[in-house]
């Protein structure tokens, strides 16, 4: 994605997959890379999928002056009226509307869209194919799922998972998982009973 919009790539950090090495020098840790973009003023792309992760790695980026700038691929549209974050990814055929704002470290996967006026949080991923419609609200850390839809207004928050394919129509408090269509909370596992002659 960077190549073909004209970025060159210096290095990767992690493991080559099977069969398919680097075609650019692979660092051995995150560490390698912070001391390589340090000394040649190189800016950082944060590629990994866990929202968590991706978020405290950015972070620690910026804390330390290095640059880690939003990036979109040449396939993307991306209003010139939306904010994207530092570290924002927004990946193949994804579309990000107008007067949106996207937090630090979200990541708009492949083909998702993010309508006209929207925001969404910190670290939150929005999944291939996810519809966040115009005026809705995705918190900080927030999953929403393959193809799920967040309708208009509606927000989600910090934390929440939204279930792959759901539709969301109504506002979901932190750290609730919703599925179906409409979508409704799943109820939290019970705990498992202790049988007799366990320790309670």
Do not use: F, K, Y
Not at 25 to 44: H, K, M, P, S, Y
Request: aromatic letters at 0%.
């Amino acid at each position: 994605m960077l190549e073909r919009a004209g970025q060159p790539v210096v290095a990767v950090s992690g493991s080559a997959p099977e069969g398919q090495p680097w075609h650019v020098e692979v660092l051995t840790d995150d560490r390698a890379a912070v001391e390589l973009a340090t000394a040649r003023g190189l800016r950082l792309v944060v590629a990994i999928g866990a929202g968590p992760a991706r978020t405290r790695l950015v972070r620690e980026l910026l804390a330390r002056g290095l640059s880690v700038p939003p990036v979109v691929a040449t396939t993307a549209t991306v209003s010139e009226r939306s904010v994207l974050g530092p570290g924002c990814v927004v990946l193949e055929h994804a579309h990000v509307g107008p007067a949106s704002r996207l937090g630090e470290a979200v990541l708009v996967n492949t083909a998702a869209v993010v309508e006209h006026d929207c925001s969404v949080g910190v670290g939150a991923h929005v999944a291939p194919g996810a519809v966040v419609l115009g005026g809705a609200s995705v918190g900080d850390g927030a999953l929403v799922g393959s193809g799920a839809r967040v309708l208009p207004l509606v927000t989600v928050g910090a934390g929440v998972t939204v279930g792959a394919g759901a539709v969301v129509t109504a506002h979901v408090p932190d750290g609730e998982t919703v599925v179906g269509v409409p979508a409704s909370v799943r109820p939290r596992a019970a705990p498992a009973p202790h049988l007799s002659g366990d320790p309670a």
